[in-house]
């Protein structure tokens, strides 16, 4: 199994407790709030090299 693939499975199973533990609009905002702020928290050089990385492979 990829590491990919394990980030995506922990991050359903997360989801997955966060739907069942908290009501779904909690679970909802901490499911969108917590990569939002993440991006957030970058700094511009390193936001522009994640924007460049993602665009390098859409165009793959």
């Known amino acids: 199994m990829s590491n990919r693939t394990k ?3 922990g991050g359903a ?3 997955g407790v ?3 533990l908290l009501p779904f ?3 909802v905002l901490v499911i969108v709030g917590v990569p939002v702020v ?3 928290a970058l700094d511009r050089s390193q936001r522009g090299r994640l924007r460049r990385v993602g665009r390098k492979r859409l165009e793959r």
Do not use: K
């Open 38 to 40: 993440g991006y957030l």
């Open 13 to 15: 199973v997360a989801a």
């Open 18 to 20: 966060l739907l069942w």
């Open 7 to 9: 980030v995506v499975v």
């Open 25 to 27: 609009w909690a679970a």
